[in-house]
């Protein structure tokens, strides 16, 4: 394995709600980074790198200086990561390599978000909006089910084979009481039995909307080793951003990650088949297969058979999302993608208790953001 | 799908200068692509340069109006509201024999559309403004 590119060294994740009411981002921003810097053993003081995402609805612009004023922060190097739900995953190796550079040493990465009754939506005058919501295509389901369908055309996937994803999220989430579907596990036939919204997608293959909030604290693997948790590496990072619109993928059977995975791999010098857990972003039953083809765990249009094949429950041999997924543990907006980061360092460290997965050396996290368009993988490695 | 797709309330295009031939062909029936006279492509959706090799001479062509359908979802729970009364319908990605894909609605044929269908230009009134969709090419041996 190659050199560590930095170190996780705090997580913090908020339980998901389905609605909050009268609580700000930022005040949900705040929890949620008290709690990783606080894990982390540090004082706020410490954080000299901030990465935040785009969405904080008290403010679209100058987000980074709003969220370090309110935090009471003086970073050298701050950012916004504007890689939907790759977000989370792409705020890490940014973190890793500003510290590389040397324009900080420490770098809390955080994302959150409040879910009020009446969200207010932004005004939007992009291609999406001008040449697809004219013909009656609003929203990720039906970019998504497009997606599957044509999975489904290409290699003769079927319902089920899909189904098989939303079941084994369902499955996991039973062993995290924060997650949204705690003690409401859903089989195959109940997630076929769901009602279909955009077809061949059903209600249960899709990810509920929740407010939620998760952060992590980045640091250099020097300083990693005097800290007080088990330190989590960095081991390899890959990013691919390829398109925006489903109209305008490359592939609707492959995508981005296909890409940044290989590279993380390679600058890690693992191989798919060597992780103890695959914490892959999850948005929709689709995105868990194309990512599993893509990794190359399987050929192309193999997953069902792949999943068939493999137990992906923490004391199975192909741990997949032990926290859920977030088919299982509730999508709270772009911090979705971060909780597959979270996980991954709980699992890393031994912290996941009843879920602890066996040997649990190396994890692949991935992230993804619009429709099979912006993606980040990571490779993790306990110390 | 019996409601008047007419009638509805649905949000349409953000049209800018850039775009107009575009939607001014639409209400024509037609479809106009703009094609590159640099590196010969064809471009969907318009822009001011050429995404394969950033020339500026692009120039509208009208298109053949033929199609294959890539993929389609029948949508029953619509993304926005104003849609609503007509669903289920149909949308789909339309790789247009030019060569671009566009996203499109897809009107109902003889039987429930497959990927791979063949499909041709149906400019249809939806919302207040005729929109290039498209129905599927019946075979001959369904028109007998």
Redesign the interface.
């Known amino acids: 394995m190659s050199q560590a590119k930095g170190a996780i060294v705090g997580i913090g994740e908020l339980k998901p709600q389905r609605l909050t009411s009268g609580v700000t981002t930022l005040e949900m921003i705040a929890e949620v980074a008290r709690l990783a810097v606080f894990d982390a053993g540090l004082e706020p003081a410490a954080i000299d790198g901030l990465l935040v995402g785009p969405q904080v609805g008290e403010t679209p612009q100058h987000v980074p200086a709003t969220i370090a004023e309110y935090l009471g922060l003086a970073p050298t190097m701050a950012n916004v990561v504007d890689l939907g739900g790759a977000s989370g995953a792409g705020m890490v190796w940014r973190a890793a390599a500003a510290i590389e550079a040397g324009m900080c040493e420490t770098v809390l990465c955080v994302l959150a978000n409040n879910r009020e009754e009446a969200p207010s939506r932004s005004p939007?005058?992009n291609?999406i909006?001008?040449?697809?919501?004219?013909?009656?295509?609003?929203?990720a389901?039906?970019s998504y089910?497009?997606?599957m369908?044509?999975h489904m055309?290409?290699h003769g996937s079927t319902a089920r084979d899909f189904a098989l994803i939303a079941a084994a999220a369902r499955a996991n989430a039973q062993l995290n009481p924060d997650a949204i579907f705690y003690g409401k596990p859903a089989d195959v036939e109940a997630v076929l039995a769901s009602?279909?919204?955009?077809?061949?997608?059903h209600l249960y293959e899709i990810v509920m909307p929740v407010a939620g909030g998760e952060a992590v604290v980045v640091t250099s693997a020097e300083r990693a080793r005097s800290l007080r948790k088990p330190t989590v590496h960095l081991l390899g990072a890959g990013e691919k951003v390829t398109h925006r619109?489903?109209?305008?993928a490359p592939s609707?059977t492959s995508g981005p990650l296909k890409s940044a995975m290989a590279r993380a791999f390679a600058q890690s010098g693992t191989r798919a088949d060597e992780m103890d857990l695959l914490s892959l972003y999850d948005c929709y039953t689709i995105m868990v297969a194309t990512t599993i083809e893509d990794a190359g765990l399987c050929a192309p249009g193999q997953f069902g058979a792949w999943l068939r094949d493999h137990d992906l429950t923490h004391n199975g041999d192909k741990p997949l999302n032990t926290h859920g997924g977030q088919l299982g543990f509730g999508q709270p907006d772009l911090a979705g993608g971060m909780t597959h980061v979270v996980e991954a360092v709980r699992q890393l460290r031994g912290e996941a208790d009843e879920r602890q997965i066996g040997k649990a050396e190396l994890a692949l996290v991935t992230g993804n953001g619009a429709t099979m368009s912006e993606a980040t993988a990571l490779v993790l490695g306990a110390a | 799908m019996s409601v008047d797709l007419n009638a509805l309330k649905t949000p349409g295009p953000t049209i800018t200068a850039l775009t107009q031939p575009f939607w001014d062909a639409a209400a024509q029936g037609q479809l106009k692509i703009q094609h590159c006279e640099d590196c010969g492509r064809p471009v969907f959706y318009p822009r001011p340069i050429c995404p394969h090799c950033w020339s500026k001479r692009l120039v509208w062509k009208e298109a053949s109006g033929k199609g294959r359908l890539k993929s389609f979802s029948q949508i029953r729970k619509p993304g926005h509201p104003s849609w609503l009364p007509a669903a289920p319908y149909v949308v789909g990605l339309v790789a247009l024999a030019e060569g671009p894909t566009m996203l499109s609605f897809i009107l109902p044929g003889a039987r429930p559309p497959h990927v791979g269908d063949a499909l041709l230009l149906a400019p249809t009134a939806i919302g207040g403004r005729v929109l290039p969709a498209f129905k599927p090419v019946e075979t001959a041996t369904e028109e007998k």
Do not use: H, K, T
Not at chain 1, 129 to 139: C, I, L, M, Q, T
Not at chain 1, 245 to 248: D, K, P, T
């Open positions: 939007n005058r291609p909006r001008e040449f697809d919501v004219p013909f009656g295509a609003s929203g389901n039906i089910a497009l997606l369908q044509a055309a290409e009602p279909i919204i955009a077809s061949p997608l619109a489903v109209s305008q609707l």
